[in-house]
């Protein structure tokens, strides 16, 4: 059965606030947070990371597609289909050295495209819609606001209970966020 809130949310008055909130919450054993604040706050970053999103897997895997792209195509051109013999250069594959300047820009740029769009994707851009955004004074977390939400998909998650234990943290107001 699905739930019909997105999770609770909770409002702190500073940062500091937040990271006790956030550490206490992780401590109880919610693992499916998430903190909006106007700027980056390391110490939340640690708590409520998600742990691997596998960029870094994927930028490497891409990055060794172009390389290995880049001398291939390379190859067939020059020592294939167009075989100059230009300054005793030799016409196989003991030529490879010419051919690292292209080999490391072309892995290069395909470890590029791959961390941008990876990026985008994984999280999940564009999102022109979100169920934080009925949360009453979100507008503020862009501003002077810091929020802390807990996600109906916590196995932990009960409405009553999570709203309790959010209140038990002395925030400036709980509230359901529905989707």
Same mark, same amino acid.
């Given at each position: 059965? $699905?739930?019909?809130?997105?999770?609770?949310?909770?409002?702190?008055?500073t #940062?500091e606030?937040?990271?006790? +909130?956030?550490?206490?919450a992780?401590? =109880? *054993?919610?693992?499916?947070?998430?903190?909006?604040?106007?700027?980056?706050?390391?110490?939340? @970053?640690?708590?409520?990371? /998600?742990? %691997? !999103?596998?960029?870094p $897997?994927?930028?490497?895997?891409f990055?060794?597609?172009? =390389?290995?792209?880049?001398?291939?195509?390379?190859?067939?051109?020059?020592?294939?289909?167009?075989?100059?013999?230009?300054?005793?250069?030799?016409l %196989?594959?003991?030529?490879?050295?010419?051919?690292?300047? @292209? !080999?490391?820009?072309?892995? @290069?740029?395909?470890? +590029?495209? =791959?961390?941008?769009? *990876?990026?985008?994707?994984?999280?999940?851009?564009? &999102? #022109?819609? /979100?169920?934080?955004?009925?949360? #009453? $004074?979100?507008?503020? &977390?862009?501003?002077? &606001?810091?929020?802390?939400?807990?996600?109906?998909? %916590?196995?932990?998650?009960?409405?009553s209970?999570?709203?309790?234990?959010?209140?038990?943290?002395? #925030?400036?107001?709980?509230?359901?966020?529905?989707?």
């Amino acid at each position: 059965m $699905r739930n019909d809130v997105y999770g609770v949310m909770a409002e702190f008055p500073t #940062p500091e606030a937040l990271i006790e +909130a956030t550490r206490k919450a992780k401590a =109880a *054993g919610y693992t499916k947070m998430d903190a909006f604040s106007p700027f980056p706050i390391e110490e939340v @970053i640690e708590e409520i990371a /998600h742990g %691997d !999103t596998g960029v870094p $897997r994927l930028v490497l895997l891409f990055g060794l597609i172009g =390389a290995a792209t880049g001398f291939i195509l390379q190859y067939i051109g020059n020592l294939i289909d167009y075989p100059l013999n230009i300054g005793g250069r030799p016409l %196989d594959i003991t030529n490879w050295p010419a051919m690292i300047p @292209i !080999t490391f820009e072309s892995g @290069i740029l395909l470890a +590029a495209f =791959a961390s941008a769009i *990876g990026m985008v994707v994984l999280n999940g851009l564009p &999102a #022109p819609y /979100h169920p934080v955004f009925n949360v #009453p $004074r979100f507008q503020y &977390a862009s501003q002077d &606001a810091f929020f802390l939400c807990i996600e109906s998909t %916590d196995p932990l998650f009960d409405r009553s209970r999570t709203s309790q234990f959010l209140r038990s943290l002395n #925030p400036m107001q709980v509230s359901e966020v529905a989707y």
